[in-house]
């Protein structure tokens, strides 16, 4: 027997008890004599409306829904299923609404009453199925039936199914319209997920109804879910029977969050009905939020590359922390790119697509770099250099050795990637978070720091916690330029300033100690930073002021090979005579340009004279006339 002619079996006994009723209420009130017969339907007219055939296409597909699995995912009885029949009914087969309106002697009432539906179900009106109505009952507080009209005596108040109940039943997969904007249906990687800190297995078939799951962290759903945000959503506490329903009715998991952003009465709400719920936040669990306290696990490592995109160069793509669900969402970000240009994914589109899934909050308060460097164009001593690609192997393979391996330490510590880069100005610090951002693929958010630091006390803390918030959530490189400015050194008590700004350093200290991702201090004077910060650091890189034969090849790299040179221009003589750092350099190869372009001509080696000259001046060193001559005459 089809999935359809099982439905339509269970509807052709409704049908029959509708035929006995309307065989009993004709006998009992022929209505010959009545002279307001034609405000209802004849008998006749019932008559041929029974002979009719169902008003239902044969070829949907409806599924088994009033099935044993429909009865325990809501706790049904046999008889809460017969009470659902006969209300769904007119929204099945359109001759039950006029029936139903002969069988209520008021052609406008088309939908059973709580006294008809006990009739035809053999029920005494007054026996104990009609408690199945109560608010209480499975039906109602499932949200499965709608009794309405609560004005009205008890027996005489309508019952309906809502849409989006009759829509699921009849096969439709689309999510109640209330609940679009912060709720979708997440089918789930294959197979459980790990929890290694807690020995959980976080999976479908883990997560019991009843049995409601904390997560600290973001899960990974093995298996059917209704994956909800309820964070600031004003009318959460409304939207919680709708989602319970939800899940119900597709058997699935309901995945919510983040707890620590949602209103105390959602949560408490939520735990209440025996569902099979995930919860989840960025902290832990805290007690008052809700009389049931969840069981707590760590959120799982995220999913391989390969589970979403088969054959992909893993270490390509290690360094991002991301969910299966945003993978995904990058792949097909990627995708998209790539079928726009009619080629295969590349790692730039997937990296692109890693881009896209960065929230916008810490472009708010930091400057966002999307780099546009790479290894070829840093200049720096060969072991500056290799604490680079040191800070660039830590960030790709740290879940290898802080997961795999177990070589994470203990005290709280994160697993993220803390580096300093120290060296005066100009040296190439900056352009060295870029050029590692670059090799990881990501952007590099610069910290303004006139939006963290504020004179008030306890303010400065606030705005920091609120960048690192912010970065838990983005793949990028964050930078803290002029980092002593921050992270200074702790003092002696001598008055009260000193004490409240031991207490920022020392919440700095524990900030940063527990921060994911992957952060670069900066700062001209090393000496100046507390102990206790870089004892943390991970890499610590030093940026020397460069020798004559590294500043030959910073003008080098500067001018370019798309610059027109003279034939004068003398590169080793402007490195040997001017001890200048390579943001120098690089600005005294813009004037030049600029100079040269507003001439019309090649860069020449008076051009490079005159920046180098104005750049002096701007630093406010002394010049003599000797090191630029023959070339400027006079200062």
């Known amino acids: 027997m089809t999935e359809l002619s099982r439905l339509w079996h269970r509807l052709g006994a409704v049908e029959h008890r509708v035929r006995k009723a309307v065989a009993d209420r004709s006998a009992r009130d022929p209505g010959l004599t009545d002279p307001y017969r034609g405000l209802y339907l004849t008998d006749e007219t019932v008559r041929e409306l029974l002979a009719g055939p169902p008003d239902v296409p044969a070829e949907i597909d409806i599924p088994d829904a009033v099935d044993g699995e429909l009865a325990a995912a809501f706790g049904l009885t046999g008889l809460d299923l017969e009470f659902l029949l006969v209300a769904l009914a007119p929204d099945l087969d359109a001759r039950f609404?006029?029936?139903?309106?002969?069988?209520?002697?008021?052609?406008?009432?088309?939908?059973?009453?709580?006294?008809?539906?006990?009739?035809?179900?053999?029920?005494?009106?007054?026996?104990?199925?009609?408690?199945?109505?109560?608010?209480?009952?499975p039906l109602v507080a499932g949200g499965l039936v709608e009794v309405l009209a609560e004005d009205q005596p008890f027996l005489a108040r309508e019952l309906r199914v809502p849409d989006t109940v009759s829509a699921h039943l009849l096969g439709s997969h689309d999510l109640d319209p209330r609940l679009a904007r912060c709720a979708r249906i997440e089918p789930g990687l294959p197979g459980p997920r790990e929890v290694p800190d807690s020995g959980c297995e976080l999976s479908i078939a883990t997560v019991r109804p009843g049995m409601p799951v904390y997560v600290r962290g973001e899960p990974e759903v093995a298996g059917p879910a209704v994956v909800v945000a309820l964070g600031g959503v004003s009318n959460a506490v409304e939207l919680v029977p709708l989602l319970v329903r939800e899940?119900?009715?597709?058997?699935?998991?309901?995945?919510?969050?983040?707890?620590?952003?949602?209103?105390?009465?959602?949560?408490?709400?939520?735990?209440?009905?025996?569902?099979?719920?995930?919860?989840?936040g960025s902290g832990a669990w805290d007690p008052k939020w809700a009389p049931v306290t969840p069981v707590p696990v760590e959120a799982g490592p995220a999913p391989s590359w390969a589970t979403v995109l088969d054959g992909f160069p893993e270490n390509e793509l290690s360094a991002f922390r991301l969910t299966g669900g945003q993978m995904r969402a990058a792949v097909s970000v990627a995708s998209r790119l790539a079928e726009r240009d009619g080629r295969a994914i590349t790692v730039a589109d997937l990296r692109e697509g890693i881009r896209s899934q960065n929230g916008a909050g810490l472009s708010r308060l930091a400057r966002r770099i999307t780099p546009a460097v790479g290894w070829d164009d840093l200049v720096v001593p060969e072991r500056t250099r290799n604490q680079l690609r040191e800070l660039a192997a830590r960030a790709r393979f740290r879940d290898t050795v802080l997961g795999t391996w177990r070589m994470r330490p203990g005290g709280g510590r994160g697993r993220g990637v803390l580096a300093l880069f120290?060296?005066?100005?100009?040296?190439?610090?900056?352009?060295?978070?870029?050029?590692?951002?670059?090799?990881?693929?990501?952007?590099?958010?610069?910290?303004?720091?006139?939006?963290?630091?504020?004179?008030?006390?306890?303010?400065?803390?606030?705005?920091?916690?609120?960048?690192?918030?912010?970065?838990?959530?983005v793949n990028g490189v964050l930078l803290f330029d002029e980092a002593d400015a921050l992270f200074g050194k702790r003092s002696a008590v001598s008055d009260s300033r000193d004490r409240y700004a031991n207490m920022e350093s020392a919440y700095l200290l524990q900030r940063m100690e527990s921060?994911?991702?992957?952060?670069?201090?900066?700062?001209?004077?090393?000496?100046?930073?507390?102990?206790?910060?870089?004892?943390?650091?991970?890499?610590?890189?030093?940026?020397?002021?460069?020798?004559?034969?590294?500043?030959?090849?910073?003008?080098?790299?500067?001018?370019?090979?798309?610059?027109?040179?003279?034939?004068?221009?003398?590169?080793?003589?402007?490195?040997?005579?001017?001890?200048?750092?390579?943001?120098?350099?690089?600005?005294?190869?813009?004037?030049?340009?600029?100079?040269?372009?507003?001439?019309?001509?090649?860069?020449?080696?008076?051009?490079?004279?005159?920046?180098?000259?104005?750049?002096?001046?701007?630093?406010?060193?002394?010049?003599?006339?000797?090191?630029?001559?023959?070339?400027?005459?006079?200062?």
């Open 422 to 473: 120290a060296g005066e100005s100009g040296t190439g610090k900056t352009m060295a978070a870029e050029v590692v951002a670059a090799d990881l693929g990501m952007d590099l958010y610069v910290v303004d720091l006139s939006t963290v630091v504020d004179k008030y006390i306890g303010e400065t803390e606030k705005n920091l916690d609120r960048v690192f918030a912010e970065a838990a959530g």
């Open 247 to 280: 899940a119900r009715l597709r058997r699935a998991c309901l995945v919510v969050g983040p707890a620590d952003e949602m209103p105390p009465a959602a949560l408490r709400e939520l735990l209440t009905h025996e569902v099979s719920l995930v919860l989840h």
């Open 515 to 635: 921060f994911d991702g992957i952060a670069v201090l900066t700062t001209n004077l090393r000496a100046n930073l507390d102990e206790a910060f870089t004892r943390r650091l991970d890499v610590i890189a030093a940026f020397p002021v460069p020798d004559a034969a590294h500043r030959r090849l910073l003008w080098e790299t500067c001018l370019g090979p798309d610059l027109p040179r003279a034939a004068d221009v003398d590169l080793t003589t402007c490195a040997d005579r001017f001890e200048l750092a390579g943001g120098a350099i690089r600005a005294c190869a813009v004037g030049a340009a600029y100079l040269a372009a507003a001439a019309g001509r090649s860069v020449t080696m008076r051009d490079l004279m005159l920046s180098i000259r104005e750049e002096h001046l701007k630093q406010g060193h002394l010049i003599r006339d000797t090191e630029f001559h023959p070339w400027l005459s006079t200062p």
């Open 97 to 137: 609404e006029r029936l139903y309106g002969y069988l209520n002697d008021d052609v406008t009432r088309r939908r059973p009453t709580i006294g008809l539906a006990l009739s035809l179900c053999g029920q005494s009106q007054a026996g104990p199925g009609r408690f199945r109505f109560l608010p209480h009952a």
